[in-house]
């Protein structure tokens, strides 16, 4: 299992991508969630998809 953070584009996208052509099970997160839904039905290799985006106070 690997856990992806800033999956939805860029390097995270790609590195999801890559987990992905060897079968590697995975939770991408990313602060923007519609585009982080999107990223894992393109590379249709996500079990898990979280929204990052929160603030502390």
Same mark, same amino acid.
């Given at each position: 299992?690997?856990?992806? #953070?800033?999956?939805?584009?860029?390097?995270?996208?790609?590195?999801?991508?890559?987990?992905?052509? &060897?079968? #590697?099970?995975?939770?991408?997160?990313?602060?923007?969630?519609?585009? #982080?839904?999107?990223?894992?039905?393109?590379?249709?290799?996500?079990?898990?998809?979280?929204?990052?985006? &929160? #603030?502390?106070?």
């Amino acid at each position: 299992m690997a856990v992806v #953070t800033g999956g939805a584009s860029g390097i995270g996208l790609a590195i999801a991508e890559l987990f992905a052509s &060897f079968g #590697t099970r995975m939770m991408i997160v990313d602060r923007y969630l519609e585009a #982080t839904c999107g990223a894992a039905d393109m590379i249709n290799g996500a079990d898990l998809v979280v929204d990052g985006g &929160f #603030t502390i106070r």
